[in-house]
């Protein structure tokens, strides 16, 4: 699957290293612009579990995308 996320927060977003311990890629692991966007791309058959995090002014943003797996059938 392909995940696009787009920087509009007006600061700069660092990637968590666990997103690509736990098995995405991407076309680049350097620090997200403001307005640029970045491709994620995650295992077949997965969609992404995001998750960002505020240090503040000094440390910036950070987030972490994760392929999960919907274990719900029943929808």
Avoid at 1 to 19: E, L, S
Avoid at 56 to 73: A, E, F, V, W, Y
Wanted: some cysteine; glycine content about 6%.
């Amino acid at each position: 699957m392909k995940f696009v996320y787009y920087n509009d927060t007006g600061r700069t977003v660092t990637i968590h290293p666990a997103t690509f311990i736990h098995g995405c890629t991407s076309n680049s692991q350097e620090v997200i612009s403001h307005l640029e966007q970045r491709t994620f791309y995650l295992p077949e058959g997965t969609h992404p579990f995001v998750k960002m995090w505020d240090y503040g002014s000094d440390r910036g943003l950070q987030i972490l995308i994760s392929p999960t797996i919907d274990d719900n059938q029943d929808i």
